[in-house]
């Protein structure tokens, strides 16, 4: 039997008298680490939320928090060695993670039982996923890392193993299963496009949807008992995000259809949650009708994620896209805007680019006001390498001087500037942060305030600090980078 961990914390006298004689005169606050406690205190208001002094960030356990990330899987939950990789994350500065249901990698388990002859029983349930599932959430709930689930996987249910697919092996394809056939449910053997062509039944088994077909309500049945599992343990943790899709480019009515799925179920077990869609359109935010629906909906899709952008997009354009998004969002009561993934690695030719683009982009996302940032799994991206941990080690020495949620972007307050040389976000007269992708000289407009500010620079390639120095206010002051590798400057009172 685990013997629970308690905590006994003395009041005044504690330090100058015996224990037990202190307990007497001043009273005892006492807790222990038991799963009743666990799950009271994630039943008060200690829940992942919209910050209640600014709601374009994230508040947990009753604090602001600001989400960064970097793991080298997405589906973390199957990951071996799971709990060193959240320790290391935890322990460069790192509170959140990507988790998709998935289960296409070498080594991963399906969600439902397979019998000794391969086949799968969707009426049963594998028992190692779950467990795999599980302690995921148990072990992000006691290191307060934040989970931000995405429900369906496109790349699960199109192409085949190898050219990153699986529906040659997935339990949801007939041929794979004894819980139903081709002929009952409309599906077919193979999906071989890309499933941005959406082209996969799967993904319109909701009535009215264009390809939707009477004979899916089979398919649909079991994807409500995934669900409905999957939500068996999240509900009892406060620390996850519900995003429904990754990537999508299938039409709303599938999203929302699982949106409003999950929340009624939230709701009957009294719980408020945060919860959105994930569109593949959102680099061209302009031309994709669905992605400013999604903007324009702040009561249905409670925080965006805009992850998309992050690939594509690359130094100036990229900042320009972000603050186009923001600036339409502010146009609607104020929520989080979060990047559960940042591209950047192998300069694939979808536009992931270089490693280097990964960091540069996770830094213009922060100075851009985002509230969460989480570089890609490799080769898409930096995973949790030592250009991850540097800018997540240098964002958390940032964050000692002036917190992002404090500032905002303040282009205007810098000149002489090149394009993509350097980015600001400042509470004027207060803080500022300064963002240089690489080396770079500019002038900040300090013309307002007179005081002196404490200026230091902070090493984005190592997370280490830099030289520090005093600022006179009065006048535009010169900046310039000790180097080229890439460099925050924070500037306080």
């Known amino acids: 039997m685990k013997i629970p961990q308690c905590r006994f914390e003395l ?50 356990q009753r604090k602001p928090v600001l989400l960064l990330g970097a793991t080298d899987d997405d589906n973390l939950f199957q990951m071996n060695g799971l709990e060193e990789h959240l320790d290391l994350l935890r322990q460069v500065g790192g509170n959140y993670i990507r988790n998709t249901m998935s289960s296409r990698d070498s080594g991963n ?17 594998g028992d190692e996923y779950w467990t795999r599932f599980e302690s995921l959430l148990k072990l992000c709930h006691e290191r307060d890392i934040i989970v931000q689930i995405e429900v369906w996987d496109r790349f699960d249910f199109s192409r085949s193993m190898g050219i990153d697919g699986a529906w040659d092996v997935n339990p949801f394809n007939p041929v794979n299963t004894i819980t139903y056939t081709l002929e009952e449910t409309g599906l077919v053997e193979e999906y071989p496009s890309h499933p941005a062509s959406d082209l996969q039944p799967f993904f319109h088994t909701v009535p009215g949807m264009a390809n939707y ?78 992605c400013l629906d ?56 979808f536009g992931s ?79 500022y942060i300064l963002y240089f992708p690489k080396g770079g000289s500019v002038k900040l407009d300090l013309s307002a305030y007179s005081e002196r500010f404490s200026a230091a620079w902070v090493s984005v390639a190592t997370g280490e600090w830099g030289e520090e120095y005093a600022v006179e206010g009065g006048d535009f002051r010169d900046v310039t980078t000790p180097d080229d590798s890439g460099w925050y400057l924070v500037i306080s009172e």
């Open 213 to 290: 077909d009477p004979k899916l309500d089979l398919v649909r049945k079991y994807q409500e008992k995934f669900v409905d599992k999957m939500l068996s343990y999240t509900l009892d943790f406060g620390n996850v995000l519900y995003c429904m899709n990754n990537e999508t480019s299938t039409p709303v009515e599938w999203g929302n259809y699982w949106i409003d799925f999950i929340r009624a179920k939230a709701h009957e077990k009294g719980k408020e949650i945060a919860i959105t869609d994930m569109y593949d359109s959102f680099y061209k935010v302009n031309e994709c009708e669905k």
């Open 294 to 349: 999604m903007i324009a909906k702040p009561e249905y899709y409670t925080f965006l994620d805009i992850s998309q952008i992050n690939s594509r997009n690359f130094g100036q354009a990229h900042w320009d896209t972000l603050q186009v998004i923001m600036q339409k969002r502010n146009q609607y009561a104020p929520r989080p805007v979060n990047h559960t993934k940042i591209y950047g690695g192998g300069n694939y030719g």
């Open 11 to 60: 009041l005044s006298f504690s330090g100058l008298v015996p224990a037990a004689i202190a307990l007497f005169l001043n009273g005892m606050i006492y807790s222990c680490d038991t799963a009743e406690n666990r799950e009271h205190a994630e039943n008060s208001d200690a829940w992942l939320k919209p910050y209640a002094e600014n709601p374009h960030y994230w508040e947990y």
């Open 109 to 125: 388990v399906w969600p439902f039982y397979q019998q000794v002859d391969g086949l799968y029983d969707l009426d049963r349930w």
């Open 353 to 431: 680019g270089s490693n280097e683009d990964g960091v540069e982009r996770f830094g213009r996302n922060l100075l851009g006001g985002s509230a969460s940032v989480r570089h890609h799994r490799p080769p898409h991206g930096n995973g949790l390498n030592d250009k991850a941990i540097g800018i997540i080690e240098a964002t958390r020495k940032v964050e000692e001087r002036v917190r992002f949620w404090d500032v905002e972007p303040a282009m205007e307050l810098l000149s002489d500037r090149e394009e993509n040389e350097a980015y600001l976000a400042a509470k004027q007269g207060e803080g």
